[in-house]
């Protein structure tokens, strides 16, 4: 199975940039369709990111769109979360995950594989 870690977090100020790392290891990324979720305090894990394998297209939620661009580069085995013009609701926990389908999936029970997490602060 695959192992992912997450890399790249920290304290921004609104209106700032982060790149978010995840380096897979056990296995070749390009086995599988990766995901970024996030998970504010107190609040449910939710989808940020999709992006398929075997050259599948990205998918972002709403809140996110036109802000993040996610991209992976399977020779490296790490896919990545450029955060653009952070808001303080950015503010969470960011996950990278994973799963084997070739199908686009949102929800995060439908995902098999995550890492721990990296901290995402917007404040000023």
């Known amino acids: 199975q695959v192992q992912l870690v997450e890399s790249g977090g920290g304290l921004v100020q609104p209106g700032g940039s982060l790149r978010l790392s995840c380096a897979a290891s056990?296995?070749?990324?390009?086995?599988?369709?990766m995901g970024w979720f996030r998970q504010p305090p107190g609040m449910d894990r939710e989808f940020v990111a999709h992006?398929?394998?075997?050259?599948?297209?990205?998918y972002y939620a709403d809140s996110v769109r036109d802000r993040f661009v996610m991209s992976r580069d399977d020779a490296k085995n790490t896919v990545f979360l450029q955060m653009n013009n952070l808001k303080p609701e950015d503010t969470a926990v960011y996950f990278c995950?994973?799963?084997?389908?070739?199908?686009?999936?949102?929800?995060?029970?439908?995902?098999?594989?995550w890492g721990q997490g990296t901290q995402v602060t917007v404040s000023s």
């Open positions: 995950a994973a799963h084997r389908s070739l199908l686009l999936k949102t929800g995060p029970t439908q995902y098999d594989y």
């Open positions: 992006f398929g394998r075997s050259g599948g297209t990205t």
């Open positions: 056990g296995r070749p990324l390009s086995m599988y369709t």
